[in-house]
């Protein structure tokens, strides 16, 4: 029988892409992939503690995985990602959950293989948390989710410290991969069929600094825009005090970087940035986005918010919502602060109410909603040039696609559309998404920019 293995992946994009490169190892180890977790003969979880709640996650998957293990002894439940990463948690682990024998961290990833062979051999419990960083280790086979854009790590770790995240303690400080190897890799991609590339970092504007000779995120784009068969380059996530003009200008003369920008602001109040060590403000923020705008004036922004970050008075909100009615960001993923132990704001005192935060953020979403169905209210009868995804999970009727502003598109197709780039006239529009229909009457290079 060919063992089989199972992975649950917690978190974000780059702990996805992590989960790639296990699943690629496993596969090299001559395991093969089962949706059935009580059918694997190895089981990991690549996890994420960039909130409590998400610990929690794990804590309730570890628990239900425990019957397994009594009926199946040869079973090996692994554990990894950030949360194993934390200080003192692989020995919490070892002690809440015996029957979870591998635990590994963010930095040796590439490990797998030796470590699974350990337990194996030795018939007992491996925990192997490397407390920093080593060197990047470059061509790890890895197993992609198939579709047609493929994630590209590009940098690990983080140098900035925002005090209510835990990432710069369990990713590490920065560390960029060679844009040679970056490039080899893209074009591979587009070998195997892929028409989007997503560069992950923590921080890519950060990109390249840490390299002998330094370079900068702009030379690797531009690098990028050039590799034949690629159709776009998308990238997550940016800084805001780290996204200069020299970027700016590149991303408004490439042909396949999207003029969508992701800029976290976190919040709108000059002293809540300040306790949040975002590195900028409010003013250095809108003029930010005023030289985007000004470049690329279809380019759509989006961002991340916290509302109830520790001593947020009445007055700090109403700088977020001020700020919202000044850049109307096409969309926000909004989150309510909550205390993170490891960092510096979960011991700030003036921690705001949960009542005050939930009234809060019911505030924030009602105002971005209208924003968002008003920016996308705009596209109505406009043409856009979408990236046929597939068919749409929630209508086989449909097929589903993005603009190169990263809206989601709904429109009437067959599944061969698939990868191509089409032209879609904007039919209706939602909150979140819009619907379209084929617009045959243009070819897809001769829109002018919308
Ligand atoms: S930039 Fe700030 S929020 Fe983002 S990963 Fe780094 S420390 Fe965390």
Request: proline residues 4%; glycine residues 8%; aromatic residues 6%.
């Amino acid at each position: 029988m060919t063992p089989k293995y199972h992975i649950m992946t917690f978190g974000c994009q780059m702990n996805e892409r992590d989960s790639e490169i296990l699943a690629g190892m496993l596969q090299e180890m001559g395991y093969q992939p089962t949706a059935e977790v009580n059918r694997a003969d190895i089981i990991l979880l690549n996890t994420c503690c960039v909130r409590e709640t998400a610990e929690n996650k794990v804590w309730g998957r570890i628990g239900e995985l425990k019957a397994l293990k009594s009926e199946n002894p040869d079973l090996i439940i692994g554990i990894c990602g950030c949360m194993t990463q934390q200080p003192e948690m692989a020995a919490k682990v070892r002690r809440r959950a015996p029957h979870v024998e591998l635990v590994f961290g963010t930095h040796n990833v590439h490990r797998l293989p030796e470590l699974v062979g350990k337990i194996k051999e030795e018939r007992q419990a491996v925990v192997d948390i490397w407390e920093t960083e080593g060197s990047i280790v470059e061509n790890l086979p890895s197993k992609r989710i198939e579709g047609v854009r493929a994630y590209v790590t590009i940098m690990y770790g983080c140098n900035n410290f925002c005090t209510y995240c835990i990432v710069p303690y369990v990713r590490g400080r920065e560390r960029s991969r060679h844009p040679e190897d970056i490039t080899r890799e893209v074009a591979e991609l587009v070998s195997e069929g892929y028409k989007e590339v997503m560069l992950l970092g923590q921080n890519v504007n950060s990109y390249g600094k840490d390299l002998e000779p330094g370079t900068e995120f702009a030379d690797l784009l531009q690098k990028l825009d050039i590799v034949d068969g690629l159709a776009r380059i998308r990238y997550m996530t940016s800084h805001p005090r780290d996204f200069n003009d020299r970027l700016i200008d590149v991303i408004a003369a490439s042909e396949k970087v999207c003029e969508h920008f992701h800029l976290p602001v976190q919040a709108g109040s000059n002293e809540v940035l300040k306790k949040m060590n975002r590195g900028y403000t409010k003013e250095s923020y809108l003029e930010l986005v005023g030289k985007i705008r000004a470049k690329i004036p279809h380019a759509s922004i989006t961002t991340d918010l916290i509302v109830g970050f520790p001593g947020e008075t009445d007055d700090d909100f109403r700088e977020t919502l001020d700020l919202l009615e000044q850049v109307r960001f096409d969309a926000a993923f909004t989150f309510i602060y909550n205390k993170r132990s490891g960092t510096p704001a979960a011991e700030m005192s003036g921690q705001v109410h949960d009542q005050v935060k939930k009234e809060r953020i019911q505030q924030l979403i009602t105002l971005q909603n209208r924003i968002s169905q008003e920016n996308n209210l705009a596209q109505l009868g406009k043409t856009h040039e979408i990236l046929v995804e597939g068919v749409n999970s929630g209508n086989p009727d449909l097929m589903e696609g993005r603009t190169r502003t990263n809206k989601l598109v709904l429109f009437g197709g067959t599944p061969e559309m698939t990868g191509k780039l089409l032209k879609v006239r904007i039919t209706e529009s939602g909150t979140w998404h819009l619907d379209g229909e084929l617009d045959l009457s243009k070819s897809s290079r001769s829109l002018p920019p919308l």
